[in-house]
Structure formats: C-alpha cells, structure tokens
C-alpha cells in the first residue's frame, strides 16, 4: 500500500519516495491531502513522462489482448464463484483454483467478477375507481409492457420465486447485441393482492428499463 504525505514546496526533503516505495510525497498540496483510489501508479524520479496537457479517459479500464482460454491474476477470489462475461457472450460461473479459471473457448475480452442479483418489484397499482381507491383491491396483470434501453438478458415474473427468462423479440444472454424496445410479456399469474411483478437481472450483462406498462383488470376485495 502506498501512503502519500504532503510537502510544502518551499520546505522540500531531498526524498521525494521512500527506499520501500511506500511512502509518497505530493508537492504543493500543503493543505489538500490526497482522496481518493488511485490504479495502476507508476512512479518515476528524474524523468519527464508528459509536457502536454493530459484528458484522463471517459471508459472504464480494459486490458485488450491475444485470445486465451486461462485466466489468471485472481488470487483474491480464490474458492469463490464468479460470473464471467467472455467477448461479450455469459459464460457458466465457475470456482476460482489457484488463481485461475479456464473458459470453454478462448476469449480476448473477459469481464470476471462476484455474482449477484439486480432486483425490481414494482409498487402496488393504484387507479381512480367509480367506488374510490384501488388499494386492498385484488388485481389480475394479463400482460406487461416493459420499455428498455440497451438491454440483454433478465427475469421476470410474479414474484422472486416464480420467474422466467425474458424471450421474444428482447435478447437474451445468448445474444450478442444489445435491444432497445418493447417487450410484452404474459404473466400467466391469476388475482392477486396490490398487483405487483418482479423483474432480475442476474447475468453480468446490461438492462435500463425506462417504463412499465400494466395490462390489468381489478377485481374485487383481498380475501374474497
């Protein structure tokens, strides 16, 4: 770990870096102290290695290179399952082994990280009724419309327990592109309580929905 101090420059140390490297001091910042995370810091002494002005990058960091089937460089996720997303296609998780992992085909472009889910449950419904509230109304959702923007991949269904792949015209983790659109989907759920559905995105793969449009009849009081 690299610790950087501050320095006043008109009080400056004859070392700049520490023998271990692990001590650094920022000239100038006298009184604003370094914030923040820094990735891949490349230390050099008695070197120019810029004399123009400098944009830092607007894209996440990607390391590009040769196709290759083993993986390695993840020693800090030993014994743990991680999601894999190779030149752009959902791999099967596998268990991290001595820092390594080896896909099926050789990829140039893999995206490797812990599991997790992206979960939506949308509110109860609620609609001016000739008798008043629609709240403790039981509800039938015959369909939903779901508007996306650059999306693959993803579940939805009544409840967390009770879901299924979205399918159609959308595309799925098998893909290899992207869909901007409408999906329409048949719930297939009789009456229910408020009228909720759940959406999951478990797959390390893209999914902005802009809008949800439910097809719906209400139908009398909960517990009839």
């Given at each position: 770990m690299?610790t950087?101090?501050?320095q006043?420059?008109?009080?400056l140390?004859?070392t700049?870096?520490?023998?271990?490297g692990s001590?650094v001091v920022c000239l100038?910042?006298?009184?604003?102290?370094?914030?923040?995370?820094m990735?891949?810091?490349?230390l050099?002494?008695?070197i120019?290695?810029k004399t123009?002005d400098?944009?830092?990058p607007?894209?996440a960091?990607?390391?590009?290179g040769m196709?290759?089937?083993?993986?390695s460089?993840?020693?800090?996720?030993?014994?743990?399952t991680?999601?894999?997303?190779?030149?752009?296609?959902?791999?099967?998780?596998?268990?991290?082994?001595?820092?390594t992992i080896?896909?099926?085909?050789?990829?140039?472009l893999v995206?490797i990280g812990l599991p997790?889910n992206?979960?939506?449950?949308?509110?109860?419904?609620?609609l001016?009724?000739?008798?008043?509230?629609m709240q403790?109304?039981?509800?039938?959702i015959?369909r939903?419309i779901?508007?996306?923007?650059?999306s693959r991949g993803g579940?939805t269904?009544?409840?967390?327990?009770?879901m299924?792949?979205l399918t159609?015209?959308?595309?799925t983790?098998?893909?290899?592109?992207?869909?901007?659109?409408?999906?329409?989907?048949s719930?297939?759920?009789?009456y229910?309580d408020?009228g909720?559905?759940c959406v999951?995105q478990?797959?390390?793969l893209?999914?902005t929905?802009?809008?949800?449009l439910p097809?719906?009849?209400p139908?009398g009081?909960?517990?009839t």
């Open positions: 690299i950087f101090t501050t006043a420059i008109d009080n140390s004859n700049l870096i520490s023998e271990d001590t100038g910042l006298k009184e604003s102290p370094f914030k923040g995370k990735d891949e810091v490349r050099s002494t008695g120019v290695r123009i400098f944009t830092p607007s894209e960091y990607t390391i590009y196709p290759a089937s083993a993986i460089g993840l020693t800090h996720l030993n014994g743990k991680v999601s894999i997303l190779s030149d752009g296609v959902v791999q099967t998780q596998q268990v991290v082994s001595n820092g080896t896909l099926t085909d050789a990829a140039a995206h997790y992206s979960d939506l449950e949308t509110l109860n419904i609620e001016p009724l000739n008798d008043g509230t403790g109304q039981r509800v039938l015959s939903v779901m508007r996306m923007l650059n579940y269904g009544p409840d967390f327990s009770d299924y792949e159609g015209e959308y595309k983790s098998t893909d290899d592109s992207l869909y901007t659109g409408d999906v329409k989907l719930l297939n759920q009789g229910k408020g909720r559905f999951r478990s797959d390390p893209p999914m929905i802009l809008g949800v097809i719906l009849t139908g009081t909960s517990g």
